[in-house]
Nanobody
Framework: QVQLVESGGGLVQAGGSLRLSCTAS?????????MGWFRQAPGKEREFVSN????????YYADSVKGRFTVSRDNAKNTVYLQMNSLRPEDTAVYYC?????????????????WGQGTQVTVSS
């Protein structure tokens, strides 16, 4: 089984930055699969934020975070990162890391095989 553990969430003022990390353990193939970040605000559905393919060479972002967030990965460490800059109050949510066996990224939550427990990000105005 594969376990994903997120870290790096917290409280930050608008305009500030946070870096989320997601470390995978268990089956080693996760280090070669695509990874993604999703978020869920209170009373809202889970939404796609970003994904990255197996090599890190292809990334994709939701329009709402494009230009502010950057996803990256270190396969040697089985870790994916989400650098979040210029944070806004509307970025407040629980952020989830997700992994899939496929090498190719996707924006659909249903197409990910593994999920972390989530980390809270709160942006104050």
């Amino acid at each position: 089984q594969v376990q994903l553990v997120e870290s790096g969430g917290g409280l930050v003022q608008a305009g500030g930055s946070l870096r989320l990390s997601c470390t995978a353990s268990g089956r080693t193939f996760i280090s070669t699969g695509a990874m993604g970040w999703f978020r869920q605000a209170p009373g809202k559905e889970r939404e796609f934020v970003s994904n990255i393919n197996w090599s890190g060479g292809t990334t994709y972002y939701a329009d709402s975070v494009k230009g502010r967030f950057t996803v990256s990965r270190d396969n040697a460490k089985n870790t994916v990162y989400l650098q979040m800059n210029s944070l806004r109050p509307e970025d407040t949510a629980v952020y989830y890391c997700a992994g899939r066996k496929s090498l190719i990224g996707t924006i659909r939550a249903s197409e990910f095989d593994y999920w972390g427990q989530g980390t809270q990000v709160t942006v104050s105005s």
